[in-house]
């Protein structure tokens, strides 16, 4: 069974799974097949590769949606029914959007925009890169102008910050923390040592030595107008999480027949069903051809191959070598399909498990995405033994 269904039936697709599985190639393929099906389709990247530019014939991935032209795809031979763009992910000017929005004043908006604090929080604190592609996701998911969003996320080695980044930010904004900074920030209008405990007057005293108490201010004052968002940047998280959840949602974890791969899959499908988010389907890339076991005894393929060697390459000798690289293929066919059953084993077999073949070159451009997309959807199939 192919993906083409989970295409069909649901508005977002995102697509999860480790590094270097090819998840970035299969989210670009999905996106590919149902804009050539008739959709309009999005793809949003967070973290793209230039080889998924100009795969899709782009000079480079901007945060501004691009159209992929019409013209690319006939070059290419495919025939084109929907509408197929891309756009990266800006993670400040998402965040930079999110604060216009909730900020009481414009003025509060541009002095937290401002802020040395939000400049280093907007662009490099843990899980900000993830909460705002879930809170672009959801932005572009009422936008009238796709029917499809596929979503590349970043690889699961931030599994928990991904699936609990809605929460983890909203719980940073009314934090401890945050209470307490503003309390000591908002009596005079800026950080006064005299209230707060001595013991945390101590400690902030020591620390200014280091950083200054004008960087104790900078702080404190961001934390005091950043706390002026909470009411609607809580609301808004608590949207973006119960969104993930929806039945418009799908999930397709994409892995290797690597076991490190496998587990990281595995690991990442529990995390979803702790999450009460669903688990659609599995994409396994790169699964190695299972050659059939040659027929013919050594002395007649030596016989066949003789006349095709020069002269002075003893043909026995070339089989023999012949026949050892045609085991150590099988051998690691085998592994592999040994590894797709361990997967199966694990997550249940109830759900679509989609097989891709490994590529002997690279997907590189419109036309390589054409030929992973038809195995991904079920127009191709790989056989299981080529004779």
């Known amino acids: 069974m192919g993906l083409r269904e989970v295409l069909d039936t649901h508005r977002v697709v995102v697509c999860v799974g480790c590094g270097g599985v090819g998840k970035t190639t299969t989210a670009a393929s999905l996106a590919l097949h149902a804009a050539m099906s008739g959709k309009r389709v999005l793809c949003l990247t967070i973290d793209p590769a230039r080889r998924l530019a100009n795969s899709l014939g782009l000079d480079e991935m901007t945060r501004d949606e691009q159209v992929v032209p019409a013209a690319l795809f006939a070059e290419k031979g495919l025939a084109l029914e929907g509408e197929l763009s891309a756009m990266m992910l800006d993670t400040k000017s998402t965040f930079d959007d999110l604060v216009r929005r909730y900020a009481s004043k414009p003025e509060i908006a541009e002095r937290i925009i401002g802020n040395k604090v939000y400049e280093y929080l907007s662009g490099s604190l843990a899980g900000t890169q993830e909460y705002m592609a879930m809170e672009k996701l959801h932005a572009v998911r009422s936008d009238a102008r796709y029917d499809l969003i596929v979503l590349d996320t970043p690889p699961t080695s931030n599994a928990l910050d991904f699936l609990d980044a809605p929460e983890r930010m909203a719980d940073l904004v ?20 005299n209230l707060v405990g001595k013991g945390a007057a101590f400690l902030l005293r020591g620390l200014s ?18 706390n002026d968002l909470f ?33 990281e899959a595995i690991f990442f499908a529990r995390r979803l ?18 050659f059939a076991e040659p027929s013919l005894q050594e002395a007649e393929l030596a016989a066949l191959v ?5 002269p002075d390459v003893d ?22 399909r040994i590894q797709a059953e361990h997967l199966r084993q694990r997550v249940g077999r109830d759900l679509t498990f989609v097989e891709v073949p490994y590529f002997e070159e690279d997907v590189h451009d419109l036309a390589s995405l054409g030929r992973v997309a038809a195995y ?12």
């Open 174 to 193: 009314d934090s401890p923390a945050m209470r307490w900074f503003v309390q000591a920030f908002e009596g005079a209008g800026k950080f006064s040592f």
């Open 273 to 290: 069903e702790e999450q009460q988010m669903k688990r659609d389907a599995f994409v396994i890339n790169g699964m190695r051809a299972l």
């Open 376 to 387: 991904l959807t079920g127009d191709e199939t790989m056989p299981t033994v080529i004779a």
């Open 231 to 263: 009411g609607g940047f809580r609301q808004r998280a608590n949207e973006v999480a119960q969104a993930l959840r929806s039945d418009d949602v799908a999930f397709v974890i994409v892995t290797s027949p690597n076991p490190l791969a496998m587990d």
């Open 306 to 310: 003789a006349p095709h060697l020069p």
């Open 315 to 336: 043909a026995r000798r070339a089989v023999k070598r012949m026949r050892r690289a045609v085991d150590d293929a099988r051998t690691q066919a085998i592994a592999d």
């Open 209 to 226: 030595k280091f950083t200054g108490t004008g960087f104790l201010e900078v702080l404190a004052e961001f934390i005091t107008d950043f």
